[in-house]
C-alpha cells in the first residue's frame, strides 16, 4: 500500500497498544535499578493505552483528527517520564499530520522525525541512549531512505530495523546500562509499539492478554480503604449546556469521560440543553468538575451509598476527607494559592495535610499518577495559583505536563521535589502572608537542602557499583545510590544512616511503611541516641513498599 489514512492509522494505534501491554513486564524488567519503582513499561503500557481508548470509538478516516485525538489522550493519561515522552513524540506526529486526511511513505517519515524532535525539546536535559535516541536516530535514517511512491510497508519495516539497531547500541551510550546488561526500557517499549504498528500494517491480529498480577499492581495506587471509598457515591445531577456548546456536545463524549473515573452505573441522557447525568462513583467532586465544563448544574444530588447523612459531614471535617474530591461544585471564589502533594500512605498524607498542602494525589514510586490525574486535582481545588509538589523524580515531568494542560485555565508552579521529605520540608517553608515568588523561592531552597534516605526490597539480582544486590533482600539508598544490600530491613536503615548523618545533621525524620513495627521503631530511636547527635522524629507514615524514608537536615 503506498497510503495510510484514518482508519488504518487506527488499527495500528490499537495493536501497538495490545502489544505493548502483552510484554509490559519484559519493559520493566529491564530497569536498571532493582527498585520496586513505578516501571517503564507499566507507565508505558497505561499511557498508551489511555490514548487508544480515545480513538477507539472515535468513527473517522481522517488521520490528523485521529492522530489529534490520540495525542490529546497520551497527554492526559502519561504516566512517569517514559510515557510523557511517549506522549511527547506522538504530538510531534500529530502536528506532522495536520491537514491531512491520508499520508504517504515521505509523510510517515517525516512525522516520524518531528515526533523526535518535539520529544527533545520537552526534555530539559536530553539523555542519549535512552528513548529520545532511537526515536531520533530511527527517523533520521528512515527520512533519508524513503522516496515518493515507496510502498509503506517498506519504510515503515526500514524504520523498525533502524530502531532495533539503535536500541542495540544504548548500552554504549549510557554507561549504566552496560554495566547492568540491559537495553534502554523506554527504547524497548517503543519498539514493541512499532512492532505492533507493523503487524497492523501486515493485517495481523493479536489479542489483548490478561497479566497475572496486573489487577494488584494498579491497586497499589494507595487507594484509602474507608468504608466511603469501598461503596462510594450515588452522584446524580442536572446541567444547562453552555449555549455556546449545544452544537458540539454530544452524550458519548461526556460518557466517555465519565468512565475513566473510579465508578459504575453511568448514564447520561440530554433533552435540548438539559443533561441529566447518574454515576456510582468514588470521587464525585471529579465527576462534577467534569461535567462542568459544559454548563451550569441546574440540580445535584449525592449520597454516600453506605452512611448516612451525618456520618458523611462527620467525616468531612478530617484532614483525609478534606484531602478528597470535594462534594459539592466547586466555590465561586477561588482560593489565592492551593499545595497538592503527590504521595502514598495514609500517615504521609496526613503529614502533608497539616502542612499547608490542600490536596494529595494518590501515588508514588509503586505506581505514578498520570497527567490528568494531577489536572483534575488542580481543577478540585479550585485555585488562583496552583503549587505542585511531586515528591518522585519520575513525576516531575508529569506535573509539568499538567500545567501546560492548564496553562490557559489556572497558574501552576512545579516544585521539583524528588522525594517525600523534600517535599515536607518544602510544605514546611509556605508562609500563607508572603508573596507566591517569595513562597516559590524559599521552597525551592528548602528541597536543596534536605538528604533523603530509603529502605526498600530488591526485585531482582544484580550488581550496581560494586554492591551486590539480592533479591528479596534490603537495599539502604542514599540519595540517588544504593551503598548497601542486607537481609534485615533494620540494618539497611542503619547502613542509610551511617551514610546519611554527618556533624551538622540536627534533624531526623524517620518516615516508617506498614511492614514495621513497634520494636524495630524503638531499635532505631536507640541506635540514633547512641551513634548520632541529631534529634529523631518518628511517623507513622503507613507507606507501602518503601519500609523506611529518612530526611537528614
Known amino acids: 500500500?503506498?497510503?495510510?489514512?484514518?482508519?488504518?492509522?487506527?488499527?495500528?494505534?490499537?495493536?501497538?497498544?495490545?502489544?505493548?501491554?502483552?510484554?509490559?513486564?519484559?519493559?520493566?524488567?529491564?530497569?536498571?535499578?532493582?527498585?520496586?519503582?513505578?516501571?517503564?513499561?507499566?507507565?508505558?503500557?497505561?499511557?498508551?493505552?489511555?490514548?487508544?481508548?480515545?480513538?477507539?470509538?472515535?468513527?473517522?478516516?481522517?488521520?490528523?483528527?485521529?492522530?489529534?485525538?490520540?495525542?490529546?489522550?497520551?497527554?492526559?493519561?502519561?504516566?512517569?517520564?517514559?510515557?510523557?515522552?511517549?506522549?511527547?513524540?506522538?504530538?510531534?506526529?500529530?502536528?506532522?499530520?495536520?491537514?491531512?486526511?491520508?499520508v504517504d511513505a515521505v509523510e510517515l517519515a517525516q512525522a516520524l522525525q518531528n515526533g523526535a524532535k518535539v520529544a527533545y525539546k520537552a526534555v530539559m536535559r536530553p539523555v542519549e541512549g535512552t528513548i529520545l535516541t532511537v526515536i531520533r536516530e530511527s527517523s533520521e535514517a528512515v527520512v533519508q531512505y524513503a522516496k515518493p511512491g515507496m510502498e509503506i510497508e517498506d519504510v515503515f519495516s526500514y524504520f523498525v530495523k533502524e530502531a532495533e539497531e539503535s536500541l542495540e547500541r544504548t548500552p554504549e551510550l549510557l554507561p549504566v546500562l552496560k554495566e547492568v546488561g540491559v537495553v534502554d526500557s523506554g527504547g524497548a517499549g517503543l519498539l514493541l509499539i512499532m512492532t505492533g504498528f507493523m503487524a497492523a500494517l501486515a493485517g495481523e491480529e493479536i489479542e489483548r492478554v490478561d497479566i497475572k498480577g496486573e489487577a494488584a499492581k494498579e491497586a497499589l495506587v494507595d487507594v484509602e480503604s474507608d468504608s466511603e471509598e469501598a461503596y462510594g457515591y450515588c452522584t446524580e445531577f442536572i446541567l444547562r449546556l453552555d449555549p455556546a456548546k449545544i452544537k458540539v456536545f454530544k452524550e458519548e463524549n461526556l460518557r466517555n469521560e465519565l468512565e475513566r473515573l473510579p465508578g459504575n452505573s453511568i448514564v447520561v441522557v440530554q433533552d435540548e440543553d438539559i443533561v441529566k447525568v447518574h454515576v456510582h462513583t468514588l470521587k464525585p467532586g471529579n465527576a462534577l468538575n467534569t461535567a462542568q465544563r459544559y454548563g451550569e448544574f441546574v440540580k445535584l444530588k449525592i449520597?454516600?451509598?453506605?452512611?448516612?447523612?451525618?456520618?458523611?459531614?462527620?467525616a468531612n471535617n478530617t484532614p483525609a476527607a478534606n484531602a478528597k474530591a470535594t462534594l459539592t461544585a466547586p466555590k465561586e471564589e477561588p482560593k489565592e494559592v492551593s499545595i497538592i502533594s503527590v504521595a502514598a500512605g495514609k500517615g504521609i498524607k496526613d503529614m502533608f495535610l497539616e502542612l499547608h498542602c490542600d490536596y494529595v494525589v494518590s501515588g508514588g514510586q509503586t505506581m505514578n499518577p498520570s497527567a490528568e490525574d494531577i489536572v483534575q486535582a488542580i481543577r478540585d481545588v479550585n485555585a488562583k495559583h496552583v503549587i505542585i509538589l511531586p515528591n518522585n523524580s519520575n513525576i516531575v515531568m508529569t506535573a509539568q505536563?499538567?500545567?501546560?494542560?492548564?496553562?490557559?485555565?489556572?497558574?501552576?508552579?512545579?516544585?521539583?521535589?524528588?522525594?517525600?521529605?523534600?517535599?515536607l520540608s518544602a510544605c514546611i517553608m509556605f508562609n500563607p502572608e508572603v508573596s507566591l515568588e517569595d513562597n516559590l523561592a524559599e521552597m525551592n531552597d528548602a528541597i536543596a537542602h534536605v538528604k533523603t534516605g530509603q529502605v526498600t526490597f530488591a526485585i531482582k539480582d544484580t550488581n550496581i557499583d560494586g554492591v551486590d544486590i539480592k533479591a528479596n533482600q534490603y537495599m539502604a539508598l542514599c540519595e540517588k545510590d544504593i551503598v548497601a544490600c542486607v537481609p534485615n530491613k533494620v540494618d539497611a536503615l542503619k547502613e542509610t544512616l551511617n551514610n546519611l548523618v554527618d556533624d551538622d545533621s540536627e534533624i531526623i525524620t524517620l518516615i516508617y511503611g506498614e511492614d514495621v513495627t513497634e520494636d524495630e521503631v524503638q531499635e532505631i530511636e536507640d541506635y540514633v541516641e547512641d551513634h548520632f547527635e541529631a534529634e529523631i522524629e518518628c511517623v507513622d507514615g503507613q507507606q507501602p513498599v518503601y519500609s523506611f524514608i529518612v530526611g537528614v537536615e
Open 303 to 314: 449520597e454516600n451509598m453506605q452512611e448516612q447523612h451525618n456520618s458523611i459531614l462527620e
Open 401 to 423: 505536563q499538567a500545567a501546560i494542560i492548564l496553562e490557559d485555565e489556572v497558574d501552576v508552579k512545579v516544585v521539583p521535589s524528588k522525594t517525600i521529605p523534600q517535599g
Open 1 to 102: 500500500m503506498r497510503i495510510i489514512d484514518g482508519k488504518l492509522f487506527k488499527e495500528m494505534v490499537i495493536t501497538g497498544a495490545t502489544v505493548l501491554h502483552n510484554n509490559h513486564p519484559e519493559i520493566d524488567a529491564l530497569n536498571v535499578f532493582p527498585v520496586p519503582d513505578g516501571d517503564t513499561g507499566t507507565n508505558m503500557s497505561l499511557t498508551f493505552s489511555s490514548g487508544a481508548s480515545e480513538i477507539e470509538k472515535l468513527d473517522s478516516n481522517d488521520i490528523y483528527e485521529i492522530s489529534k485525538k490520540l495525542s490529546k489522550g497520551l497527554l492526559m493519561g502519561a504516566r512517569g517520564n517514559s510515557g510523557v515522552i511517549l506522549s511527547q513524540i506522538f504530538r510531534g506526529i500529530s502536528m506532522a499530520f495536520e491537514g491531512k486526511k491520508q
